[in-house]
């Protein structure tokens, strides 16, 4: 454990290459006095390591802004005007100016700022390189094209002009691989909590890898038993939730028990209406993370019903959605069945994106060559180009020139290395966080102002660890791992695509993507302040801090089957995401959503002059369509000005 891990080492014999050796840190340093650090010839943010995601030093500026310690002074006037300026690289910004220049048309001229190093907002590349050739790819955040309800016809019009073909998503998934080795999904308990640590097969199951436990479901969980460190009565309770068919609201109707459901947490309904043993909670505290940020004491048990945890098998609730459950728990079968997965997720949307607005930046043709090409970093803002995309600009201000009902133009000031700077644009959208909004538009209305700093966001990391080989899943027979009460919630294998020239990892002996997720939340606090104290947990986290807790729950989880963190860890990428997820409306903290009510997105999105308002906050849904959806709203909303 406490050797020091040699990212020099060799993979499969071949030497690690020297970008992924760099940290963005370096990055950052060695380009300090350059104006224009992306025309380096070595720049190329996918291939850094240690902490990605929001990077450091991309917050100096916005939280000078927000405690009103910036000041812009005199900027310098840059004399560029476009049509359009958008603030936000994300795929939301990016989808605006697709959109933008589809309706004013391919002479359009466009700006885009965005304050990371890299384009695509959560949807983020990491790159692993071995000399010799081989490329690694991992999803730095959004995952996969995937939305509980169904994609809108403009972001399936998207997905399809970019010549993503998700109906081709069997072909290029290698479903068997991991069941071709007998691996299953697993459960680590660790001791802090369930005071020992074990690793046991998962009874929750994994929909993605296709493997399926063998023997009866009595055989399942005498197994589960024989290796989960649970008290017996919190066993006997966990096999009842899943199996008995017990109405335990007996008497109500159907609307009276989802109203009922909607007001207490998933945890609460276990203990005081199940009544099962504390360890029950405690096993299945994290089954929400990847969707609400939250633990089960601060998931409405309605919408645990919606999502199918156990326990409501006997409850005769009508199948339709309930009053107030949360976008995450109304699952529709059409919504379910729209699933792509690239191997650097939804990155490479963002990527055809860009190839669409500016070509010579990402070159290639096909939505299949994609995930092999190389962004020219470069030529993302030539003088001579339409559509420009600038990164390492934080927009500071963004204000009309002279009265906004009446203005002809909007100046942006933004802030590039440590000059302060202005470009002006006939129409703006803001495709960046809301709550960053009211300072940068100090002159939108209060009570829109009020709206837009109600847009809390969901912290989580995504964190790639490459290992130089997978055989130590293989030897435990695990392909991915649930860990409720550990650092990481989720350990698993990278999800087996291949796509064009990209092959998946298919041997236990070759290296491998492993994912982890992390969601730093404080359960007992109400759902907000539980996002605000994993954000300021994230904030005070170093890099160091999670290398340590990495290996330790590596080595605990999988030492048994041979794992040695300094041999078998070739390099590690944090991403860092404490303004991650846009909040979704919670039943049990939101007294609109379940009673009715002005909803904040709603009031936040609405344009103001020529500013239009997009983003994924603006439909309060954290999906790739949303963000589309929302941009195609706004840019409609800014057309609207002659
Ligand atoms: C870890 C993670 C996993 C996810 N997985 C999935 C998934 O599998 N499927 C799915 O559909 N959705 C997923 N999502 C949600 C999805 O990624 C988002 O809904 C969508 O990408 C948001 O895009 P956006 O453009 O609205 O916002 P963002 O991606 O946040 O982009 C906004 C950009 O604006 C920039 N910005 C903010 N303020 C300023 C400023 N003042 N000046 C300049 N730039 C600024 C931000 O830094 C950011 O780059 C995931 C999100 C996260 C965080």
Redesign the pocket.
């Known amino acids: 454990m406490h050797r020091r891990i040699r990212r020099r080492d060799f993979l499969n014999g071949i030497a690690v290459s020297a970008g992924t050796l760099l940290t963005a840190a370096a990055l950052r340093g060695a380009d300090a006095d350059s104006a224009d650090p992306e025309k380096a010839p070595d720049y190329y943010p996918p291939e850094l390591t240690g902490m990605r995601?929001?990077h450091d030093g991309?917050y100096r500026v916005?939280h000078a802004v927000r405690d009103g310690t910036f000041q812009i002074g005199t900027p310098i006037d840059t004399g560029e005007e476009y049509d359009l300026v958008v603030?936000?690289?994300?795929?939301?910004?990016?989808a605006s100016a697709h959109f933008y220049r589809a309706a004013a048309g391919p002479r359009s001229r466009i700006l885009i700022?965005?304050?990371?190093d890299d384009?695509?907002?959560?949807?983020k590349r990491n790159e692993f390189h071995q000399a010799g050739g081989r490329m690694l790819l991992g999803y730095g955040?959004?995952?996969?094209?995937?939305?509980p309800w169904p994609y809108s016809a403009v972001a399936k019009g998207l997905i399809a002009d970019l010549g993503i073909d998700v109906s081709s998503f069997a072909q290029v998934m290698n479903r068997g691989l991991y069941a071709s080795y007998g691996l299953n999904p697993a459960v680590f308990f660790d001791k802090e909590t369930f005071g020992r640590d074990a690793l046991t097969f998962d009874p929750g199951g994994d929909w993605y890898t296709d493997t399926a436990p063998k023997g009866s479901a009595a055989d399942q969980w005498a197994a589960f038993f024989a290796a989960a460190p649970m008290a017996d009565a919190a066993k006997a309770d966990l096999r009842r939730l899943y199996e008995e068919k017990k109405d335990y609201l007996p008497g109500l109707t159907s609307d009276d028990k989802k109203a009922k459901l909607a007001r207490i947490s998933y945890a609460k309904f276990l203990t005081d209406i199940a009544g099962v043993h504390i360890d029950v909670v405690k096993f299945l505290q994290a089954r929400a993370y990847p969707l609400f940020g939250l633990g089960i004491d601060a998931v409405p048990a309605q919408d645990a019903w919606g999502l199918g945890f156990p326990g409501f098998a006997g409850m005769n609730l009508d199948p339709g959605f309930g009053r107030g459950m949360n976008r995450d728990a109304m699952r529709t079968p059409e919504g379910e069945a729209y699933f792509y997965h690239f191997p650097d997720?939804?990155s490479s949307i963002a990527r055809l994106l860009v190839r669409n607005l500016i070509p010579a930046a990402v070159p290639g043709d096909t939505a299949t060559d994609i995930v092999t090409t190389r962004t020219r970093y470069a030529l993302l803002d030539e003088k001579d180009s339409p559509i420009r995309i600038r990164l390492n600009?934080?927009?500071?201000r963004v204000r009309h020139v002279g009265d906004p009902d009446t203005s002809k133009q909007v100046e942006i000031t933004?802030v590039r290395g440590d000059r302060t700077q202005t470009v002006k644009a006939s129409r703006c959208i803001l495709?960046?966080?809301h709550v960053?909004i009211p300072y940068?538009c100090p002159e939108i209305p209060d009570h829109q102002k009020a709206a837009l700093a109600s847009a809390e966001k969901?912290p989580?990391v995504?964190t790639n660890v490459v290992i130089r080989d997978w055989t130590s899943f293989q030897r435990l027979g695990v392909s991915s791992i649930y860990a409720p009460s550990s650092y990481h919630s989720e350990m698993t294998l990278d999800l087996p695509v291949s796509i064009g020239n990209y092959p998946c990892s298919r041997k236990p002996e070759e290296p491998m993507v492993i994912h982890m997720a992390r969601v730093p939340c404080k359960p007992g606090l109400p759902s907000r302040l539980q996002h605000r104290a994993g954000r300021a947990d994230l904030y005070a986290t170093t890099f160091e801090t999670f290398e340590r807790n990495i290996r330790d729950q590596m080595v605990r989880t999988l030492a048994a089957g041979g794992f040695d963190p300094a041999r078998d860890i070739a390099a590690i990428t944090v991403?860092r995401?404490p303004?991650?997820?846009?909040y979704q409306y919670n039943s049990l903290f939101d007294k609109f959503w379940l009673d009715g009510g002005e909803i904040p997105c709603v009031v936040a999105r609405q344009p103001f002059g020529r500013i239009g308002i997009?983003?994924?906050?603006a439909g309060a849904?954290?999906?790739?369509?949303?963000?589309i959806d929302?941009?195609y709203r706004a840019t409609a909303d800014v057309l609207v000005k002659a």
């Not at 384009?119 to 949807?123: E, M, P, R, W, Y």
């Not at 600009?393 to 500071?396: E, H, K, L, R, W």
């Open positions: 995601g929001d991309i916005p603030v936000g690289g994300g795929i939301s910004g990016l700022l965005d304050n990371h384009f695509g907002g959560h949807a955040g959004t995952f996969s094209i995937e939305s997720g939804n600009s934080t927009a500071v933004y495709a960046c966080w960053m940068l969901v989580l995504y991403n995401w303004h991650g997820y846009a997009a983003n994924a906050d849904y954290a999906y790739t369509d949303g963000a929302q941009a």
